[in-house]
């Protein structure tokens, strides 16, 4: 059980309703906070909860507690009462706030990542000449249109024995807001960097610690993860390393990022989908599925006429094929563009279109029983078009094609040229 679900789990608390106090508490399922309320209810109260308790506030201690996103996932009757049990989107601990759109609003807000050591390559420690060492930081503030972020890296350390002692990474960050803005507001931009995080990385991104303003706690259930890590005793050691570190993108960190920010309304479903993948533990089948499906929707949204071209010289080259735009033409025309990351010629781009749009639309239609992907194909393709869509995407970023280049090969699981051309037979 991670730290803060700990913390909470079966906190007594009270829930204010419609003039009344009912006594509540904190249960933690599957790793996921719920709310019980243990004073049983009638039927009428309890169709009167159901309809309303979408937000409350209550106290936790002697703190005022508000909740946000609520909705029942269980009840249990005796005779004409009920115990109810609500799953929470989110709650913020030591504030109250009587509407979650117009009031209580904030300037600067703090949060954590969990397992994001390798977000910057610096070194933990640096030994001195005189046989000593020092714990180099990076401090470094980033300006945007609506907020400023600062990024705080450095460590800390303890003794374990005599011999021993350890040192761990810590990363932070800041945004402070140009005037005063909506929760909302802030869950939206965390969530924004969060998935950019995601782009870098290729891994999920679970968040640590949300602070407003001064003490007051953000708990996030559907934001919140703590990632695998390997820890030995100098560091936190992630089972991937960052495509991009901080200090790959340098002093473009601004940038890279504004960029990502312009496009991100256009991006939204794609990258949600994306981060639902390394979210959740998906099928081959549907890791598959789903990556065709971004790459298909970049197409659409980002690559029109770069596709027409695609399809017009087919076209040329066989009348009698389809007029209309296919999936495999959207496939070649974005692995067209990120091609140097393997070196492919054309003919054989063609081919890994059209093998992997005939796998997809075998899932879909269920027509060709030899279009069918074996398991070896779909865990390759799939790696496969992850990498496109990473080394797509970094190019709208205008990240240059060496440095994607670099930070694919470097990737553990970076298909290779000689597989993906067998496979594609």
């Avoid at 030591?94 to 509407?99: D, P």
């Avoid at 910057?120 to 470094?140: A, D, L, R, V």
């Avoid at 679970?206 to 007051?216: A, S």
């Avoid at 499906?293 to 399809?311: P, T």
């Amino acid at each position: 059980m991670n730290e803060l679900l700990e913390l909470y789990n079966h906190k007594p608390i009270k829930i204010y309703l419609f003039k009344s106090e009912y006594n509540a508490q904190l249960i933690n399922v599957d790793n996921k906070l719920f709310i019980q309320l243990t004073d049983y209810v009638n039927h009428g109260i309890k169709r009167k909860i159901d309809k309303n308790f979408k937000f409350a506030y209550g106290k936790i201690e002697d703190r005022d507690i508000t909740f946000f996103g609520l909705y029942r996932t269980k009840i249990i009757s005796k005779g004409e009462q009920y115990v109810l049990t609500y799953l929470l989107d989110s709650f913020v601990d030591g504030m109250r706030i009587a509407n979650k759109d117009t009031t209580k609003k904030v300037k600067t807000i703090d949060f954590e990542f969990y397992s994001i050591p390798e977000f910057s390559n610096m070194n933990i420690t640096k030994y001195e000449k005189n046989f000593t060492f020092s714990f180099p930081s990076y401090y470094k503030t980033y300006d945007f249109d609506d907020y400023s972020l600062l990024i705080n890296i450095g460590a800390t350390c303890g003794e374990e024995d005599r011999c021993r002692f350890y040192a761990h990474r810590e990363i932070l960050f800041k945004f402070s807001y140009k005037t005063k803005v909506t929760i909302d507001k802030v869950i939206l931009d965390i969530a924004v960097f969060r998935n950019f995080l995601s782009l870098t990385s290729k891994r999920k991104i679970g968040i640590e610690r949300i602070e407003l303003n001064q003490g007051v706690i953000l708990f996030m259930n559907f934001l919140y993860y703590q990632d695998k890590s390997y820890r030995n005793e100098s560091q936190n050691i992630h089972h991937r390393l960052f495509l991009l570190t901080l200090e790959d993108l340098s002093d473009n960190f601004e940038l890279v990022y504004k960029k990502y920010l312009s496009l991100y309304d256009d991006m939204f479903s794609i990258t949600e989908i994306y981060y639902d993948l390394k979210n959740d533990e998906p099928s081959k089948k549907n890791v598959f599925l789903n990556y065709t499906q971004i790459l298909e929707e970049i197409s659409k949204k980002f690559d029109s006429e770069n596709v027409k071209a695609i399809r017009d010289k087919h076209l040329k080259n066989n009348p009698k094929r389809p007029e209309n735009v296919t999936l495999s033409d959207r496939l070649e025309s974005i692995i067209n563009q990120v091609k140097n990351i393997w070196g492919f010629r054309e003919t054989t781009i063609e081919k890994i279109s059209s093998r992997i749009a005939r796998g997809r639309n075998y899932y879909i239609h269920h027509k060709d029983k030899k279009d069918e992907l074996n398991y070896h194909q779909l865990t390759l393709y799939s790696f496969f078009l992850e990498d496109v869509f990473i080394g797509y995407i970094y190019l709208q970023l205008d990240i240059p094609k060496k440095k994607i280049k670099e930070a694919l090969d470097f990737n553990i699981y970076f298909p290779q040229k000689k597989e993906i051309i067998k496979i594609s037979k």
